[in-house]
């Protein structure tokens, strides 16, 4: 399960707003440990005041997914990671952060995000697998 998620390549980070309305964006991530760490990058945005950002910072519960799929349904798979996420907008840990995904991702050395990292502090995993992988 954890190996799926530290080779995952994107996910979908699921937040809630102040209004109890559902907001779902794709990730990009690296997992440390029990943490998982996304930038706000460069990729074209509507706004600098991201919904993700601000939905974490009222409340700060999310869930994470990271899954596989493909034609052959014997081999599909997912991952969920519930837990609390911090808004990092500078300092050591976000430095952490984004030394890892730079490591994981090509795009970041090349442009490395200049906005904050989520650090989520996972507190409970899922999963599913077929039962013939």
Request: net charge positive.
């Amino acid at each position: 399960m954890r190996e799926r998620v530290r080779n995952g390549r994107v996910g979908r980070l699921a937040t809630v707003s102040a209004e109890g309305r559902p907001h779902l964006v794709p990730l990009c991530f690296a997992l440390d440990g029990e943490v998982l760490y996304s930038a706000v990058d460069e990729k074209p945005k509507r706004s600098q005041h991201l919904k993700r950002v601000e939905n974490i910072r009222s409340r700060p519960e999310v869930a994470v997914i990271v899954d596989h799929y493909e034609e052959d349904w014997t081999r599909l798979w997912w991952v969920r990671l519930d837990g609390t996420a911090r808004v990092l907008d500078g300092g050591a840990e976000r430095e952490h952060g984004l030394a890892l995904l730079r490591e994981k991702y090509e795009q970041y050395r090349s442009q490395p995000p200049t906005g904050p990292v989520v650090a989520i502090d996972v507190r409970r995993w899922r999963s599913w697998a077929s039962e013939t992988e």
